[in-house]
């Protein structure tokens, strides 16, 4: 695929360094410490900063890698990139909120408004595009010392297609049940945008929305993700086979489903959600 005449993992290539700099300079006034490191390949940006957390405290960081060979996602999923045909970045803080629940909900929200009208979010940390899975969200932390109130180091993985990938590429979830979702790309509703630019777009509206959660919690956001919402009055299955309907989520950003007339918390440790 061609990008503005260009091959797109020349494009990258050629203009991560620039997108860099302009994320540097939008987020280093609010953000002190703040880095940027664009790195040609590695094994999974979220697994280098949390090597790094556990080793010491995290300055704040964003780490971008043009190619990933071993990227994960949640439940054991892999999410493996290409130059140019793929944006993978963690971000990585120590923050002290008041409670961590929907952290990756807000991560969603903040991604999926800048990204296009068309995306939705599926509970809890997938983004879709006309019904097909588009990225995803993987969240992890590592505590800096004990105690409820203790900061903690949160490192925050991003995978988007630029370009659509073939389904073939898309893993089956080791052991799971439900087949995985086919894949849809950037490309498909924004044509020659590269993955740099959507970089440049997301990351510092990011930053910002996470200052946000640190600060007010889950709450804030709930209408905003009920506007991308894409399971909300769908029925679904969860991963016990209980079926329900889907009636949107709480304020500290649980699922909540209707099953036999009932409302059921659903809690991400515990779900796995397609419609039916």
Do not use: Y
Not at 55 to 81: C, F, I, K, N, Y
Request: proline share 7%.
């Amino acid at each position: 695929m061609q990008s503005g005449g260009r091959p797109e993992g020349v494009a990258a290539a050629a203009t991560l360094a620039a997108s860099a700099e302009t994320i540097w300079l939008a987020v280093a006034p609010t953000l002190p410490g703040f880095t940027v490191e664009v790195v040609p390949e590695i094994d999974s940006t979220n697994s280098e900063l949390m090597r790094r957390a556990r080793a010491a405290p995290l300055d704040p960081v964003l780490l971008v890698a043009e190619q990933q060979t071993a990227g994960r996602g949640r439940l054991g999923r892999g999410w493996h990139s290409q130059p140019g045909h793929s944006l993978t970045f963690s971000l990585g803080f120590t923050l002290r909120p008041r409670s961590w629940s929907g952290l990756s909900l807000v991560v969603g929200v903040s991604l999926a408004e800048r990204l296009h009208a068309d995306v939705r979010l599926k509970w809890p940390n997938d983004l879709w595009l006309m019904e097909r899975k588009l990225g995803g969200i993987l969240v992890e932390t590592a505590g800096l010392a004990d105690g409820p109130d203790a900061a903690r180091a949160v490192v925050i993985g991003v995978g988007l297609n630029v370009a659509r990938p073939a389904e073939a590429a898309v893993q089956q979830v080791p052991g799971g049940a439900l087949p995985p979702m086919p894949p849809a790309g950037l490309a498909e509703v924004e044509m020659g945008v590269t993955a740099p630019e959507w970089l440049a777009r997301l990351v510092p509206a990011l930053v910002a929305d996470v200052k946000h959660f640190e600060a007010e919690g889950f709450a804030p956001f709930v209408s905003r993700f009920a506007a991308r919402d894409a399971l909300r009055e769908r029925a679904v299955t969860l991963s016990d086979g209980t079926r329900g309907q889907a009636a949107g989520v709480a304020d500290d950003g649980a699922l909540m489903v209707r099953v036999d007339g009932r409302l059921r918390r659903v809690d991400s440790a515990e779900v796995s959600v397609r419609p039916c």
